[in-house]
């Protein structure tokens, strides 16, 4: 009875580890996938008031790698590192309120579009600028670095002739922040992030849109269609849940 009652035992004992065994291998299968973000660009991607990463973007790719079955980490680092570090295989993707333009797209792959969003001219609330006189006539215009809105400024006002001065920052809390303490006369930012901004308080107002029909999409390496049909599919998945819309409303 004793040397039965000692097999049963050996054989729940053998079994048992056999099942934590085959754990072990799926979760070592479960993909683990780096994206790389800024981390200062609200409501997309920043570090609230606990430390914590948080933004639209970070909950979307969050929910898209639970109903894709596979693990994320993030890395923080400058905008203009972002696409770089998914050349090099640093990171495997990247995003955070980034449009899809031509010149991007010769670098990485874009996913479907997630957003679209248009330019928007900013000023002081105390300021009696209009969209005209904010961008012309001696203005002094703040951007971030390799942004959609610095490109825009560069090539449709400076590389024509018009009279302004453009400063650029590293990131748009700073550009902002110049506009705000007087060291700029405007900026140019994207609009969702401009109206959120204005929400949350900030002394400034909107006195024109630029319609650049802004689409955002996550960044891939180019040629990694496996992880770009992975982010695809989980957008779709989120987007007929209703998921990606409750994400979005908590943020705007």
Partial sequence: MQNRLAISLGLLVLVGLTLMTGFAVAAED?????FATEAAWAPWDYINEDGELVGIDIDIIRAIAEVQDFNVKFTKSQWSSLIPMVNMGKADMTGGGMSITPEREKRVDFTEPYWFTELAVIVRDDSDLNVFSAMTHGARISNQS???GADWVRKNLIEKGYDLEQKLYENYPQATQALISSKVDATVMDATSAEQAISAGKPIEIVGYIRTGEAYGYAVQEGDEELLNTLNDGLKKLKE???????VNKYL
């Fill in 30 to 34: 479960k993909p683990t996938y780096t």
């Fill in 146 to 148: 390799n942004t959609t």
């Fill in 241 to 247: 849940s209703g998921r990606f819309e409750e994400i």
